[in-house]
Every structure is written in structure tokens, then in C-alpha cells.
């Protein structure tokens, strides 16, 4: 009986702690955190990603945001081939191997094109701007937080889904209960299916005073299969 009135004590204890905090108030929480110094509004700056694969060759990308100009460079490097993407505001330019506006079909053969430009600068910008992206119009941040396990380890975990306009997959991200730091995340297109990936998040790097995961481990949801490790620096890590 004494075991009994511990564990209904706990569970209590459980479900008044998610109800103590609302959704957006972790978001806020969240980013006080990872730019405690409101700079993400701001930013401009550059770092590099290396994106490790099993049995594939290292990509090193260079990418240089600065969101107050609406300026957007990617330059990515793998093996003896080099792609460029730079965006400012509307206009769209394209590199291969240092040449600007390259032959049709090479565009063709190395799937180069101004939308996937567009693809790349919505990317980076995202996953690199997070949490302070969850902030984003069209973004639908549910209220109700939970605690979960995930992997054996106790997080606060966020819901969050977008208008139709933005995008239909749904989003759980878990944030660490005693710093709010942002540890995991995860989407799925149709939860029934168990689709989609999660992503394990560790080590920081802090990049114009805003902290970043260093490292990104990314796994699908239905099987656990690794799928590859993306890395940040502020230098270039093969040079």
C-alpha cells in the first residue's frame, strides 16, 4: 500500500510538473538559452558544416547567413567537384567549380538550379536558427508540454505543427528539463506510418554568441538506421 501512495505521489507530481509550463513559454525559455543575446534577428555571420555519411566521402559546406540583407551563400565541396548557391533578396546565382552560370547540362547533371538554392537557404537557415525559428509566422506551437523519455534520457517535449501554407509535416522537439537546451528533434510526414527521422543533438558551438548543437546524428523513426552526422565549426575543419 505504502508503494502504492509513493507511485500515485510521483505521478502526481509527473503530470503537474507539464502542466506548470505552457508551450510557448518553453520556446522562450528555450531561447534565452541559445541567444540569450537576442541575436538571431541580426544575425550575420558564417560557419562550415561537414556532413559525414557511412561509406561516402566527407561534404564540407560553407555557409554564410546575413539575414538583415537577406544575403544567403552555400559553397559545398566533395571530392574534386564544388557547387555554389548565393541568394540576396530575389536574385539567385549559381557556381560549379568556381564558373559562374554553368552549361545547361551540366545544371542537369549535378541537379543545380535556383529552387534548390531556395531549398538550401530554407534548410540551414532552419536547423541552424533553432529554436528562435519556432518563432517563424505560420508556425502552430501547441501548449500542452510533456515529459518523455526518449533513449533513456527525461526531456520536455514541444508539439509543433505549421498552417498548410508552410508545411504539413509535424515536429516534436525535446528540450533538457534543467538548462531548456534543445537536445532532440524530430518530424514526421505521417506519425501513423512512423515516418520520418529523429536527430540527436550534441556538444555546442557558439557562433556570433548564439549556441548551436555541434553535432547533428540523424535516424529514421521506423528502424533506428543511422544515417549520418553533421558536424559545425567556425573553421574549416579539412583545411
Known amino acids: 500500500m505504502k508503494s502504492l501512495i509513493i507511485f500515485i505521489a510521483f505521478l502526481s507530481a509527473f503530470q503537474g510538473f507539464s502542466q506548470e509550463i505552457t508551450g510557448k ?18 544575425f550575420d555571420g558564417e560557419f562550415f558544416v561537414t556532413m559525414k555519411t557511412p561509406e561516402k566521402v566527407a561534404r564540407t559546406t560553407k ?30 546565382s ?10 545547361e547540362a551540366i545544371k542537369k547533371e549535378h541537379s543545380l538550379s535556383c529552387e534548390r538554392a531556395k531549398l538550401l537557404k530554407n534548410y540551414y537557415t532552419f536547423l541552424y536558427g533553432l529554436p528562435m525559428k519556432l518563432k517563424d509566422n505560420g508556425t502552430i506551437i501547441h501548449e500542452k508540454v ?4 526518449f533513449q533513456e534520457k527525461e526531456y520536455l517535449v514541444l508539439k509543433v505543427s505549421y498552417d498548410q501554407s508552410v508545411g504539413k509535416d509535424t515536429w516534436y522537439f525535446y528540450f533538457n528539463p534543467n538548462t531548456y537546451a534543445l537536445e532532440v528533434y524530430q518530424f514526421f510526414k505521417d506519425e501513423t506510418k512512423n515516418d ?12 556570433n554568441h ?4 555541434k553535432n547533428r546524428a540523424w535516424y529514421y523513426n521506423k528502424n533506428d538506421e543511422y544515417l549520418g552526422t553533421d558536424v559545425l565549426s567556425r573553421n574549416n575543419l579539412n583545411r
Open 196 to 207: 520520418g527521422e529523429y536527430i540527436l543533438l550534441s556538444d555546442l558551438e557558439t557562433i
Open 146 to 149: 510533456e515529459r518523455k523519455m
Open 210 to 213: 548564439i549556441k548551436m548543437p
Open 25 to 42: 513559454e518553453l520556446l522562450e525559455k528555450s531561447i534565452k538559452f541559445h541567444d540569450s543575446r537576442n541575436n538571431w534577428s541580426t
Open 63 to 92: 555557409i554564410k547567413i546575413n539575414i538583415p540583407k537577406e544575403y544567403f551563400l552555400v559553397i559545398a565541396e566533395r571530392d574534386s567537384i564544388t557547387t555554389e548557391y548565393a541568394i540576396h533578396k530575389t536574385d539567385c
Open 94 to 103: 549559381i557556381f560549379f567549380n568556381g564558373k559562374e552560370n554553368p552549361s
